[in-house]
């Protein structure tokens, strides 16, 4: 099992940057392919981004590509999610998630296949 504890939130002025961090508990990090999800006020769940075991392969949503970058330090047992170039469209509950499954390649975008999750931290982007 696997406890995960994100960090980083806050509020910016659009157009500016925020680094999200998520700290996991245990010693089988390297193990988990993790990704990273925000729900806005009254929409469901959405997938942002994802990154393999060994960090060689990342995923991410369209709305997001070229300005999101997600990374992990398996020494650290720490997953980021370098956010630039803010939009108001941003805002949102950011969550962390670990999945030890199978078909990260087919299934990294759902967010039912992680196993588990964060509390959240709130991102507000001021327009």
């Known amino acids: 099992q696997v406890q995960l504890v994100e960090s980083g939130g806050g509020l910016v002025q659009a157009g500016g940057s925020l680094r999200l961090s998520c700290a996991a508990s245990?010693?089988?990090?390297?193990?988990?392919?993790m990704g990273w999800f925000r729900q806005a006020p009254g929409k469901e769940r959405e997938f942002v981004a994802a990154?393999?075991?060994?960090?060689?392969?990342?995923y991410y949503a369209d709305s997001v590509k070229g300005r999101f970058t997600i990374s992990r330090d398996n020494a650290k047992n720490t997953v980021y999610l370098q956010m630039n170039s803010l939009k108001a469209e941003d805002t949102a509950v950011y969550y962390c998630?670990?999945?030890?499954?199978?078909?990260?390649?087919?299934?990294?975008?759902?967010?039912?296949?992680?196993?588990?999750w964060g509390q959240g931290t709130q991102v507000t982007v001021s327009s």
């Open positions: 998630a670990a999945s030890a499954n199978n078909g990260e390649s087919t299934y990294a975008r759902q967010r039912g296949w992680y196993d588990y």
């Open positions: 990154i393999s075991r060994g960090g060689g392969r990342t």
């Open positions: 245990g010693r089988t990090f390297s193990s988990y392919v």
